[in-house]
């Protein structure tokens, strides 16, 4: 990637954001911190251990002599759910809301720390009457509501590994990961409500359990949430409000070694076949709690908490369920999407119980632009002190909008730079102590070793682009991909000796602050330059017809890959604006360089996403070379891709 350097700064960002002065008196984590970890990063993960309530304190930290093997905190043994629950009930914070669930349809209901003692022991005596086993998996197929958090606890309390699979997801999809995991009991719901309206699961259920492979899948717990009609297979089938509700409020919670299976996650499918990410109990617990408190600088006696993430993906995992909630916070689960009832609902809920951090992706913060400033302007939002994004590289438009319209131009932004794969936040800003600059994730959080490298490992110099890589192991890494050591050693270690590979493109700037530019697959090679598509997307967004930009580099005899681009257009204006594709072309080029103007450029109404507002890129490259296109098993609306094909022929632009 010798060449990214020529172009890796054009769409150079010269704004820095220095932390409120309040906020960074009062931090929880300050710049000592960054001294303290690389003074002795063992140690300090060591001391970050001590959040948690250990029945065994560990006197190991890392063990890594079976390399990537990691073994963090070996000899220690604690509860996770204890640690989520219990103790804090025992702390006096009983009292405390942990929970305030807004429905999609109005309803709403606060559960404190006690409450949910009561239910996560009832549910956790009632997965033991089931047949619930320690090590026994159990797949997690929910809607968004208080239950499948108390699901996730209870499994986590009986050392019952989960995998929660996100309910979009189709039975196909369903079944592959129940398989994969061999699971013994699914837990679910009628439904949940989306956009709406019921929104059924259990015949997904239903249909997954009849393909091969799912047949140890002894019982199938249903939530009642929506009242629609379900099929039943008695004997199979029972009601949480049968089985849960009349169980007893007491159950001790056992201890389990640190290094014992917390849950399976699969990985989103942006870029293949699904893998089985494997957390494990005490460095997990460990990550996410720190990360927690020092990257949104929880207080947990006053802040109320809100991560907008499903709790499908690994950030509801770490930042709905398990950070939040060793840490005693209150926060928010809101159960439907954005724009139901109206475009306003987000900000409404977060007026509506003090939202005062905000956990959310870029792709919902660009559709919020397009909706419009009108909307977030009428409720009061003024609680909020800390913003956060995930998922994507934030670009700068979207940024510069976030901090405006919802930060009211003083809450810090903290773009969180992670994966599945990680569990917990790698690179953001502290929001106490960064000077933010918009859309870079920037540094490596304390105790977190990464780097850009070449493609022969060595460290890029500042102001050069390459390849992220983690060059010491952390925490909450995954320990394998579930049944898999080796697809686990080819994936992640074997791209450079001894580093972990986390398949994303970066730059260091002349600060050496880091920029993520999207996958390594997704970086285009055009005359001899690797040009990234991030970059290509952010320079189109900066235009203000374009409300959304995906780019692909396409086979191309001239140039090796020529640069297409899909943009989805602002309100005004209009696909059959004459000069439209031209202007957008000389747009990039005056942002970028001559080089980085695409060779294609169509509009189109929608673009291809998984069910985590990702943009499937892989897919786009498929029509763009005019192939059949790849898996699409985990794209929201499938439909969307035969649109974009039915555009292709006349839509180009050539030179
Ligand atoms: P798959 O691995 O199956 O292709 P996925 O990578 O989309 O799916 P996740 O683990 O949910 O699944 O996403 C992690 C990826 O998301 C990162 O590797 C990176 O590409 C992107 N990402 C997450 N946060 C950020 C961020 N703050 N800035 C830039 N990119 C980010
Ligand atoms: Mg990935």
Known sequence: MSEHSSLSNLLKEERRFTPPAELAANANVTAAAYEQAAADRLSFWAEQAKRLSWETAPTQTLDWSNAPFAKWFADGKLNVAYNCVDRHVENGLGDRVAIHFEGETGDSRSLTYADLQREVSKAANALIELGVRTGDRVAVYMPMIPETVIAMLACARLGAPHSVVFGGFSADALATRIQDADARVVITADGGYRRGKPSALKPAVDEALTKPGTENVRNVLVVRRTGQDVAWTEGRDVWWHDTVERQSEQHTPEAFDAEHPLFILYTSGTTGKPKGILH???????????????????????????????????????????????????????????DTPHQGRWWEIVQKYGVTILYTAPTAIRACMKWGDDIPAKFDLSSLRVLGSVGEPINPEAWMWYRKHIGADAAPIVDTWWQTETGAMMLSPLPGVTATKPGSAQVPLPGIAATVVDDDAHEVPDGAGGYLVLTEPWPSMLRTIWGDDQRYLDTYWSRFEGKYFAGDGAKKDEDGDIWLLGRVDDVMLVSGHNISTTEVES????????????????????????????VILRGTASADDEGLVDELRAHVAQQLGPIAKPKRIMPVAELPKTRSGKIMRRLLRDVAENRDLGDVSTLTDSSVMDLIQAKLPGASSED
């Open 280 to 338: 494990t109990t005490g460095g997990y617990l460990t990550q996410v709690a720190y990360t927690h408190h020092a990257v949104f600088d929880l207080k947990p006696e006053t802040d109320v908490f809100w991560c907008t993430a499903d709790v499908g993906w690994v950030t509801g995992h770490s930042y709905i369920a398990y950070g939040p909630l060793a840490n005693g916070a209150t926060e928010v689960l809101y159960e439907g999407t954005p």
């Open 539 to 566: 320079a189109l967004v900066s235009h203000p017809k374009v409300a959304e930009a995906a780019v692909v580099g396409a086979t191309d005899p001239q140039t090796t890959q020529a640069i297409c681009a899909f």
